[in-house]
């Protein structure tokens, strides 16, 4: 009875090749989030959904897509990936609410050569 | 500017001792405060947010608005405390999002 769930848990690939990452979340939340931790292990977020509309979009390069299908699941598409993508994500749901803590997924590691 | 200031990448101490991780702010209203942790190959998960004024895992966090400060502390630190810390602050421009600090590894040593 995950929470919030991502797959894969790691994902090697090369350049240039396009992946994604599925999130789904089962806590009835209406707010899904997309998270980068780099190597230096800061966090920042990407994108942001609520009951399925983009309501935050840092400025990720256009290369990553993010699909909210509906209000439990944000999957993200990446185009063309490059070395510099290589990352822990973080896929995390909550309640609209700023008191509404985030519950967090386990993490992809993504690894591009 | 909305940021999260952690100014110690990586803390040591050893057992039963005191611990204070440092996180400082910069936001315009008034802040909404968490310190999430990240143990070894878990999840990050909450750890606990100033406006609960609560104390887990013996770990407190008072908001000081004149400092603009929201320290993690603990009087006795132990081993299982060893993660990766982060204070967060919830920004309410743009939708809301939570703004992280790049996080303190903590490692208390037996």
């Known amino acids: 009875d995950t929470a919030v769930s991502q797959t894969p848990k790691y994902l090697v690939t090369q350049m240039g090749n396009d992946k994604s990452i599925k999130c789904e979340q089962n806590?009835?939340?209406?707010?899904m989030y997309w998270y980068k931790q780099d190597s230096k292990k800061f966090l920042k977020i990407m994108f942001s959904?609520?009951?399925?509309?983009?309501?935050i979009n840092e400025t990720v390069p256009n290369r990553f897509s993010p699909k909210s299908p509906d209000k439990a699941h944000l999957n993200l598409h990446i185009n063309s990936l490059e070395l510099g993508d290589s990352a822990v994500y973080f896929c995390?749901?909550?309640?609209?609410?700023?008191?509404?803590?985030?519950?967090f997924g386990n993490g992809t590691r993504l690894t591009v050569t | 500017a909305q940021r999260v200031t952690q100014p110690e990448k990586l803390l040591s101490v050893f057992k039963g001792a005191p611990v204070e991780l440092k996180c400082n702010y910069s936001?315009?209203?008034?802040?909404?405060l968490f310190w999430y942790v990240q143990y070894s190959r878990q999840r990050l998960q909450l750890l606990l947010r100033?406006?609960s004024r609560e104390s887990i895992k013996g770990f407190t966090a008072d908001l000081n608005k004149g400092e603009t400060s929201f320290h993690l502390k603990k009087p006795f630190a132990q081993e299982e405390d060893s993660a990766m810390y982060y204070c967060?602050?919830?920004?309410?421009?743009?939708?809301?999002?939570?703004?992280f600090g790049q996080g303190t590894e903590l490692s208390v040593k037996p």
């Open positions: 995390a749901s909550s309640l609209r609410d700023s008191n509404s803590p985030l519950h």
């Open positions: 806590l009835g939340h209406d707010t």
């Open positions: 959904y609520n009951n399925k509309e983009l309501i």
């Open positions: 936001y315009s209203g008034s802040p909404e």
């Open positions: 100033h406006i």
């Open positions: 967060a602050l919830f920004s309410y421009n743009q939708g809301g999002k939570l703004i």
